[in-house]
């Protein structure tokens, strides 16, 4: 039985509530970390801090990291005519980890959504209307639900002045996907799509 104040228990609460980790594994990694707690816990609580301090968002694309402007904005690698906007910075990670994309980002912070109560002052929409000198394409890299295809056409129009193509993702069939199992609207999206 644990007591009102236990730490161990404390722990494995606040580890349960991340994503992907439920009471049962919040629990199997706090037994491991207690194991070890020089080599495990102790360097982990350093590296949480730590984090917790330095890493911000960045001032030009929304990205989180140590260094303000961050590191894609920085790399002169990168493809400055080309700015990816996504719904959020695990998208923009997520793209990265894939290497899908070799230019710039911009992180919307979420999706237009009545339904949640988020219009487009919710958004970093001005930020980026600010950011479209020198650029030769927007590519919209939002989810394929309803509130990522309101929020698409909201950005085209508002992109539309500016003469600058603005581009989508492609959506339909996954690699492996059987078109049986896939639902109308994505076999519709991805006949659309076709080329």
């Known amino acids: 039985m ?15 509530k991340l994503p992907g980790l439920g009471r049962r594994s919040a629990r199997r990694a706090v037994l491991r970390m207690l194991m070890a707690p020089e080599t495990r816990m102790t360097p982990l609580a350093d590296a949480l801090k730590a984090a917790a301090a330095a890493v911000k968002p960045c001032s030009i694309c929304g990205n989180l990291d140590a260094s303000d402007p961050c590191h894609i904005c920085t790399d002169p690698d990168r493809d400055r005519e080309l700015i990816c906007v996504v719904e959020g910075v695990a998208e923009l990670w997520a793209l990265e980890r894939a290497h899908a994309h070799d230019g710039l980002y911009h992180v919307l912070g979420g999706t237009l959504s009545a339904m949640a109560g988020v219009g487009p002052e919710d958004l970093s929409v001005t930020p980026l209307l600010r950011r479209l000198e020198g650029a030769r394409e927007i590519i919209l890299a939002l989810p394929a639900t309803v509130e990522g295809a309101t929020t698409a056409h909201y950005l ?3 992109l539309r002045p500016s003469g600058i193509p603005v581009t989508r993702l492609a ?3 996954p690699m492996g996907g059987a078109l049986d199992v896939l639902d109308d609207g994505t076999l519709a999206a991805a006949f659309k799509a076709r080329r």
Do not use: F, K, M, T
């Not at 007591?3 to 494995?12: F, G, M, R, S």
């Open 156 to 158: 085209a129009d508002r």
């Open 2 to 16: 644990s007591l009102p104040n236990d730490p161990v228990e404390h722990l494995i609460a606040l580890l349960s």
């Open 171 to 173: 959506q339909g069939v």
